[in-house]
């Protein structure tokens, strides 16, 4: 009996040492010791613990959780209880407790070990507030069968499903892995080496879009589980930014690299597909005189009217206020209730116009629309079509400047008159084709000469000075030349010389002011003639 007592005392005297709480009970739940953890972590004498019961160490709304997992541990069906113990002031102290069983007094007893996991539930508190509040895609996942267990905020925002969709759930069951071969690679990676760090992955929510982020992920573990965290940082939005950026330079290459407006348009609609549906798409321009709208640049799968009454229509209301306009299937119909619009055509579930302006004045309207995507397009998307539309503004002067240009080059190429353009030192820059046919100097033969190869040395001194003084001054000089051909023969020609003056410099002032940059001299063959048997008209 000696030496019961002795091993009672010892291990009692074990049970008081520990930081952990000690309670042993009797299978009728009655408390039958309790050891001094218990009473400092808990609040309550030695002797008031010992009146109590086991239930009684929880809350009154536990106690009925408490008596159905007190009966599954005598029945050997469990051996933990995650309830909270309730100190004396009625306040919680988070716990883990784990049974036994065996005798004390040589009554059949329960043994309760309940683990102080304030430190770790604290920890696990802040762990959940950054999980919950943190801006980046988080969710974790059983690694045995990959179902998720929780996810944040941020992950249901982003992806559009609801709690309830996904827990229970794995990846690849909910539709969001795209690259398969990809995603096992990164789950292999995991359980191998523990983690994966900034892996570049596309995956797909709810309602279909891809998205695009970069992933880092870890294996955890808790309370004997091994879990799967795992982060994602959105990067859609940077690439389409990144993406947005180069398109808007294609664009803007193609406006000199394009031989027409159409061939423009064609390139504009090619790389805005790479942002948004451009599968109907039109560049549209309004006629005030007859209050009617043309489409000459159009695709369209089922449209194929290019001019139509700008009243009542989509497209006037836009160029009209002078304002974008995003309409979703609902909106238009409400406008139709409302006789704001009349005349729409084939009805789309999504259309998107921008006013398309040169200065202040709207010209016209550049449109998508999609007929099945009533989600086809967003503010951003209006806000990349008002920037094009911009570009699509320096497109149409620049090809109006570069039809100019084409129209003067064949008058100047096929004039019948012979045209000498050189610059400011005299030194020849250009010979139409008529000046070579009188002449006999081609383009390459006169190009950086000075004009003085035509002169014949035949006329008065006078006239030259007369020219020049007039040139200087800005003014046109016109008189007859005799000058002669490359095979030596001489002719007449009437010939009128200006100055071509840049009017945005500041260089002069007068009624032709500006900066000269070159001479142009234009001459017609009066006659051609040996060099003997003629008067000389020069003097």
Avoid at 141 to 154: C, G, I, L
């Amino acid at each position: 009996m000696d030496s019961e007592d002795t091993i009672r005392d010892n291990f009692q005297n074990f049970f008081e040492a520990m930081d952990d709480i000690i309670v042993i009970g009797s299978t009728e739940g009655k408390i039958l010791f309790a050891n001094a953890a218990s009473s400092l972590k808990l609040g309550y004498t030695h002797d008031e613990i010992l009146g109590l019961t086991i239930l009684e160490l929880h809350l009154p709304e536990h106690r009925e959780e408490a008596a159905i997992i007190f009966s599954e541990m005598l029945r050997r069906e469990r051996s933990s209880c995650p309830l909270p113990l309730m100190k004396k002031d009625g306040s919680l102290l988070p716990v883990e407790t784990r049974v036994r069983f065996g005798q004390w007094d040589g009554t059949d007893c329960i043994f309760g070990i309940c683990k102080d996991i304030s430190v770790e539930q604290e920890a696990l508190q802040k762990f959940h507030k950054l999980f919950d509040s943190n801006p980046a895609l988080m969710a974790l996942s059983k690694v045995s069968d990959r179902q998720f267990t929780e996810v944040n905020q941020a992950f249901l925002d982003t992806t559009g499903f609801t709690r309830e969709e996904v827990i229970g759930h794995t990846a690849t069951q909910l539709g969001l892995v795209m690259e398969p071969l990809k995603f096992k690679q990164v789950e292999q990676e995991i359980e191998q080496t523990g983690s994966a760090r900034n892996i570049h992955m596309q995956i797909r929510v709810k309602d279909g879009r891809a998205l695009s982020g970069v992933f880092s992920a870890e294996v955890i573990e808790s309370h004997g589980m091994q879990y799967f965290l795992t982060v994602m940082v959105d990067t859609t939005e940077r690439k389409r930014q990144d993406l947005l950026q180069e398109v808007q330079q294609k664009i803007t290459l193609a406006i000199t690299k394009t031989k027409d407006m159409g061939e423009f348009i064609g390139v504009v609609r090619d790389e805005l597909n790479m942002l948004m549906d451009t599968r109907n798409f039109y560049l549209a321009f309004y006629n005030e005189h007859s209050d009617t709208i043309a489409a000459p640049y159009q695709w369209d799968q089922y449209e194929k009217t290019r001019e139509w009454p700008a009243a009542g229509s989509c497209t006037g209301r836009v160029i009209k206020s002078g304002t974008s306009c995003l309409l979703t299937h609902g909106q238009t119909q409400e406008l139709l209730d409302h006789r704001v619009l009349s005349n729409i055509g084939e009805r789309a579930q999504c259309w998107l116009g921008v006013p398309v302006k040169m200065g202040t004045k709207t010209i016209g309207a550049f449109v998508v629309q999609s007929y099945d995507d009533p989600d086809a397009y967003s503010s951003s998307d209006l806000e990349t079509l008002e920037y094009i539309s911009g570009q699509i503004s320096v497109a149409i002067s620049y090809k109006e400047a570069e039809e100019k240009i084409r129209l003067l080059s064949k008058a100047v190429e096929q004039s019948p008159v012979s045209i000498v353009i050189s610059d400011r030192k005299g030194s020849i820059q250009y010979v139409n084709p008529i000046f070579t046919e009188l002449s006999g100097y081609s383009l390459e033969e006169c190009f950086g000469q000075n004009p003085r190869i035509l002169q014949s040395g035949l006329m008065d001194p006078s006239v030259y000075k007369e020219m020049w003084s007039d040139l200087i001054a800005g003014k046109l000089w016109y008189g007859e030349m005799h000058n002669p051909m490359k095979r030596g023969e001489l002719f007449w020609v009437f010939c009128s010389i200006s100055p071509i003056i840049d009017e945005t410099s500041p260089a002069r002032s007068g009624p032709r002011s500006g900066k000269f940059m070159k001479w142009r001299a234009i001459g017609s063959s009066a006659l051609k003639a040996a060099a003997t048997g003629r008067a000389n008209r020069g003097g």
